[in-house]
């Protein structure tokens, strides 16, 4: 079975900084692209970020140049640092991932963590 596992969330102060991170764990073949997401309250989710298993990064237009996404693939891991926080970006952060298993190393499938809270407020 594989899971996801977000951590790094928390309150900041707006222009603060926090780094999420979502690691993945259990009979994993091979990971594919890795993303970011979050929904606010009364919203509906948006992609926030995502990255590629050779390293290229796509960005929101509403993050792009202060977050910045990175993964370590023998850590099974992504983050995303974020800098410069507004109130706007308070929401729960969700990470997905495209894996194939090990029992089915032909097909990727789609898997969510549970999510993180990031509050950004004074």
């Known amino acids: 079975q594989v899971q996801l596992v977000e951590s790094g969330g928390g309150l900041v102060q707006p222009g603060g900084s926090l780094r999420l991170s979502c690691a993945a764990s259990g009979n994993i073949y091979a990971i594919y692209t890795m993303t970011w997401h979050r929904q606010a309250p009364g919203k509906q989710r948006e992609l926030v970020a995502s990255i590629t298993i050779g390293g290229t990064a796509n960005y929101a237009d509403a993050v792009k140049g202060r977050f910045t996404i990175s993964r370590d693939n023998a850590k099974k891991t992504v983050y995303v640092q974020m800098n410069s926080l507004k109130p706007e970006d308070t929401a729960v952060y969700y990470c997905?991932?495209?894996?194939?298993?090990?029992?089915?190393?032909?097909?990727?499938?789609?898997?969510w963590g549970q999510g993180t809270q990031v509050t950004v407020s004074s």
């Open positions: 997905s991932a495209e894996i194939a298993s090990t029992s089915t190393w032909w097909r990727r499938d789609n898997y």
